[in-house]
């Protein structure tokens, strides 16, 4: 009857650290998004040169050029992915293009018209990136509501 108790104890022991190690890696996580949140804000400038850069020369839309970017002052949605708990970072931004010469968008008149869109950037081992992806017709806000099951908002402190 005495190993019963011992068998108890040591599950006890296990539970209370596998409980320790869940708050430890919550706080964690909670600071590194406290001091991630505020870097996003003021490398921002860069990270939209960045954004225009990869996305330019990503080829997509095919067939038009990316002319520029006009960045929302007041439109940054921070969110977690639910699966990975990546950061991301999502600006509101309205988008021109051109088309390319000879190219099958040559000549649509559609081609000229601003495009809104969400500008996507994610935190990755303590630095904010982006790989140019944008999110086509759908304001930060919007983007969080169509994809609330990948995604949860993080709310800036």
């Known amino acids: 009857m005495e190993w019963l108790y011992w068998l108890l104890g040591v599950v006890g022991i296990v539970v209370a650290i596998f409980l320790l190690w869940g708050t430890v890696l919550t706080l964690s996580q909670a600071s590194k998004e406290k001091s991630a949140l505020p870097s996003f ?3 921002r400038e860069r990270l939209e040169a960045q954004f225009f850069q990869a996305a ?9 050029r990316w002319k520029s970017c006009d960045w929302d002052d007041k439109g ?22 051109e088309a390319i010469e000879g190219g099958d968008m040559e000549g649509v008149a559609a081609v000229g018209l601003p495009r809104n869109a969400s500008a996507v950037f994610f935190h990755d081992k303590g630095c904010w ?29």
């Open 41 to 43: 804000l003021s490398q």
């Open 56 to 64: 330019s020369h990503s080829g997509k839309p095919r067939g038009l």
């Open 76 to 97: 940054v949605v921070f969110a977690r992915e639910v699966n990975t708990g990546k950061l991301n970072a999502l600006v509101a931004v309205t988008i021109h293009f």
């Open 129 to 157: 990136r982006t790989s140019g992806k944008a999110v086509f017709n759908l304001n930060p806000g919007e983007a969080m509501e169509h994809f609330k099951g990948q995604y949860e908002r993080v709310e800036k402190s």
